[in-house]
Protein backbone atom coordinates (compact mmCIF):
# COMPACT_ATOMS: atom_id res chain seq x y z
CA UNK A 1 0.00 0.00 0.00
CA UNK A 2 1.26 3.46 -0.55
CA UNK A 3 2.13 5.79 1.60
CA UNK A 4 2.56 9.12 3.00
CA UNK A 5 4.94 10.71 5.13
CA UNK A 6 3.24 13.32 7.24
CA UNK A 7 5.34 15.70 9.25
CA UNK A 8 3.21 18.70 11.35
CA UNK A 9 5.77 21.04 12.70
CA UNK A 10 5.23 24.29 14.73
CA UNK A 11 7.85 26.79 16.03
CA UNK A 12 9.06 25.30 18.79
CA UNK A 13 8.44 21.26 18.00
CA UNK A 14 7.65 18.60 15.72
CA UNK A 15 4.23 18.06 16.72
CA UNK A 16 4.01 15.13 14.93
CA UNK A 17 5.60 12.86 12.32
CA UNK A 18 4.51 9.29 10.98
CA UNK A 19 3.95 7.66 8.02
CA UNK A 20 0.03 7.59 6.63
CA UNK A 21 -2.01 6.62 3.80
CA UNK A 22 -4.26 9.57 3.47
CA UNK A 23 -4.56 13.49 5.32
CA UNK A 24 -7.06 15.70 5.48
CA UNK A 25 -5.75 19.30 5.88
CA UNK A 26 -8.12 22.75 6.85
CA UNK A 27 -7.34 24.41 3.92
CA UNK A 28 -7.91 28.22 3.84
CA UNK A 29 -10.52 27.91 1.06
CA UNK A 30 -11.45 24.24 2.33
CA UNK A 31 -10.92 21.22 3.32
CA UNK A 32 -8.10 19.33 1.17
CA UNK A 33 -7.60 15.19 0.86
CA UNK A 34 -3.91 14.21 0.22
CA UNK A 35 -3.45 10.97 -0.63
CA UNK A 36 -0.35 9.23 -1.91
CA UNK A 37 1.10 10.29 -5.82
CA UNK A 38 -1.08 14.09 -4.77
CA UNK A 39 0.15 16.42 -7.12
CA UNK A 40 2.59 19.28 -5.79
CA UNK A 41 1.01 21.36 -3.39
CA UNK A 42 1.65 24.73 -1.25
CA UNK A 43 -1.53 25.99 0.14
CA UNK A 44 -2.34 28.46 3.85
CA UNK A 45 -4.13 26.64 6.58
CA UNK A 46 -7.04 27.93 8.74
CA UNK A 47 -7.47 26.78 12.19
CA UNK A 48 -9.00 23.45 12.10
CA UNK A 49 -8.14 19.38 12.55
CA UNK A 50 -5.40 17.79 10.65
CA UNK A 51 -6.39 14.18 9.89
CA UNK A 52 -3.98 11.36 9.21
CA UNK A 53 -4.76 7.35 8.61
CA UNK A 54 -1.72 5.69 9.87
CA UNK A 55 -1.41 1.79 10.97
CA UNK A 56 -2.36 2.49 14.77
CA UNK A 57 -5.90 4.51 13.42
CA UNK A 58 -7.02 7.60 12.77
CA UNK A 59 -4.95 10.95 15.00
CA UNK A 60 -6.16 14.42 14.86
CA UNK A 61 -5.13 17.03 15.62
CA UNK A 62 -6.65 20.76 16.17
CA UNK A 63 -3.51 23.36 14.30
CA UNK A 64 -3.59 26.72 14.36
CA UNK A 65 -2.91 29.47 11.37
CA UNK A 66 -0.26 27.77 8.93
CA UNK A 67 0.94 26.95 5.44
CA UNK A 68 1.29 22.79 3.70
CA UNK A 69 3.39 21.54 1.36
CA UNK A 70 2.86 18.32 -0.65
CA UNK A 71 5.74 17.09 -2.61
CA UNK A 72 6.39 13.69 -3.81
CA UNK A 73 5.00 11.67 -1.10
CA UNK A 74 5.56 14.13 1.75
CA UNK A 75 3.09 16.32 3.36
CA UNK A 76 4.45 19.29 5.74
CA UNK A 77 2.14 20.84 7.70
CA UNK A 78 3.82 24.17 9.73
CA UNK A 79 1.38 25.99 11.82
CA UNK A 80 1.30 28.37 14.64
CA UNK A 81 0.30 25.77 17.10
CA UNK A 82 -0.91 21.88 16.98
CA UNK A 83 -2.71 20.20 19.67
CA UNK A 84 -3.76 16.51 20.03
CA UNK A 85 -6.97 15.77 21.81
CA UNK A 86 -6.08 14.43 24.96
CA UNK A 87 -3.64 17.32 25.93
CA UNK A 88 -6.75 20.09 25.85
CA UNK A 89 -8.39 20.96 28.75
CA UNK A 90 -11.97 21.58 27.35
CA UNK A 91 -13.45 23.68 30.56
CA UNK A 92 -10.40 25.53 30.26
CA UNK A 93 -10.58 26.40 26.24
CA UNK A 94 -14.62 27.64 26.75
CA UNK A 95 -13.83 29.86 29.49
CA UNK A 96 -10.74 31.76 27.22
CA UNK A 97 -13.02 31.58 24.25
CA UNK A 98 -16.08 33.09 26.40
CA UNK A 99 -13.25 35.79 27.37
CA UNK A 100 -11.89 36.30 23.98
CA UNK A 101 -15.34 36.59 22.82
CA UNK A 102 -16.02 39.29 25.51
CA UNK A 103 -12.75 41.30 25.01
CA UNK A 104 -13.91 41.29 21.04
CA UNK A 105 -17.34 42.60 21.22
CA UNK A 106 -16.42 45.25 23.59
CA UNK A 107 -13.24 46.05 21.85
CA UNK A 108 -11.14 46.74 25.08
CA UNK A 109 -8.11 46.33 22.44
CA UNK A 110 -5.61 49.58 22.29
CA UNK A 111 -4.24 48.87 19.00
CA UNK A 112 -5.70 46.85 15.94
CA UNK A 113 -2.67 44.27 16.26
CA UNK A 114 -4.08 43.23 19.65
CA UNK A 115 -7.32 42.81 18.40
CA UNK A 116 -5.75 40.94 15.56
CA UNK A 117 -4.22 38.64 17.92
CA UNK A 118 -7.15 37.99 19.95
CA UNK A 119 -9.41 37.06 16.83
CA UNK A 120 -6.54 34.71 15.70
CA UNK A 121 -6.22 32.82 19.35
CA UNK A 122 -10.41 32.14 19.09
CA UNK A 123 -10.86 31.03 16.29
CA UNK A 124 -7.18 28.55 17.68
CA UNK A 125 -9.28 28.17 20.88
CA UNK A 126 -12.67 26.65 18.31
CA UNK A 127 -10.38 24.61 16.60
CA UNK A 128 -9.42 22.85 19.59
CA UNK A 129 -12.75 22.75 21.34
CA UNK A 130 -13.92 21.27 17.91
CA UNK A 131 -11.36 18.44 17.83
CA UNK A 132 -12.48 17.69 21.61
CA UNK A 133 -16.15 17.58 20.85
CA UNK A 134 -15.25 15.14 17.45
CA UNK A 135 -13.19 13.02 19.95
CA UNK A 136 -15.88 13.01 22.67
CA UNK A 137 -18.58 12.13 19.85
CA UNK A 138 -16.31 8.88 18.66
CA UNK A 139 -16.05 7.60 22.37
CA UNK A 140 -19.89 7.38 22.68
Known amino acids: MATLSLQIVTPTETAFADTTTSVTL ?72 AELERQISTSEFKTREELDEATREAARTRARLALVERATKTQH
Open 26 to 97: PGTVGELGILPGHLPLMTTLKPGTVRAATAHGERSFAVGFGFAEVSGDTVRVLVDACHGADSIDAAHAKAAL
